[in-house]
């Protein structure tokens, strides 16, 4: 299961190209909480990169009008607008559309809170760059929309994933690896739950540089293993993943954060979207075995050097995101 070179190469490669591609896939996000009858505070939120933001642009329905000039900041890699909508009759039955969504790779995102605490939630893509406003949502349509964004999440979490796959080079056998996965899932599931319902709470921007700061240690332990020396992460992988699946779970949490979760149907948004982040890192952990079973069936090559390439490739992955999360605390 080790003996993977070619497709390692190109793996990391992709995995080192995400960056450069990261605000671009982050997905625009669409506030609006009703504070009076027919009356909406709006937050909207564009990716940017440093002065320079995404050409995305929130249509409300004709039925609504500013009440005041929107407040524009750049703030964590977003371009934010803030005004006041008054909309004749509410958002029931109107549309709204994302103007420049087909031209972007990204989705965007539109959470309404009405006054009753009932919450609408609606994910728009490049193809369907705009959506009717139901008003409220049935349960059903609450556990399909936060099931799929957290699916996307863990898909487009490229640390998390590098994390896990730092992970599978690790291990020697599927049933260590079972166990992995799990302690991995149950850790990560705690803080993301703790932090989404407000139990406890970390600094996002901390957390994400030491996300990265164990995708560094897994990889540094990758260089040590010797053949007649088992190191404490090598007999209990499990201990590990658990370990650092409490941090990662809070990164989770704050993507759950900015989403937001429904005033009704807490616990059913909160389970369903931990199961589309479960369900994604299987899909991932299934794609890499089925990839590597296809790639050892054509190619040879000693084990010992390719899991030592492998390792300073993502060591110098993780480092390199160590520096940057590093250098945007200090700031």
Known sequence: MIRFAALLTVLLQLFQSAPAAAHEMRPAYLEMR??????????????????????????????????????????????????????????????????????????????????????????????????????????????????RLGVDHILSGIDHLLFVLALMLLIHNRWTLVKTITAFTIAHSITLAGAALGYFSLPQKPVEATIALSIAFVASELTKIKPAERRLSETYPWMVAFAFGLLHGFGFAGALKEIGLPQVDVPLAL????LGVEAGQMLFVAAVLIAFRIVTTLITIPIV????????????????????RLAGFVV
């Open 34 to 147: 009703e504070t009076e009858p027919d009356v909406f505070v709006a937050v909207w939120k564009v990716p940017a990169l440093g002065d320079r933001r995404l050409s995305l642009y929130a249509r409300l329905p004709e039925t609504c009008r500013a009440k005041n000039e929107p407040t524009r900041s750049i703030d964590g890699g977003a371009y934010i607008e803030r005004w006041t909508a008054a909309c004749d009759g509410g958002l029931k039955g109107h549309e709204i559309t994302i103007d420049g969504l087909r031209s972007t790779l990204t989705d965007a995102l539109i959470h309404i809170t009405y006054r009753d605490g009932t919450t609408e939630i609606a994910r728009l893509k490049p193809d369907m760059p705009s959506t009717v406003i139901k008003g409220a949502q049935a349960s059903f349509e609450v556990a399909e929309t936060y099931f």
């Open 271 to 274: 389970l369903t979207f931990n």
């Open 305 to 324: 050097a390719a899991r030592s390439t492998a390792a300073y490739l993502i060591g110098t992955m993780a480092a390199g995101w160590l520096i940057t």
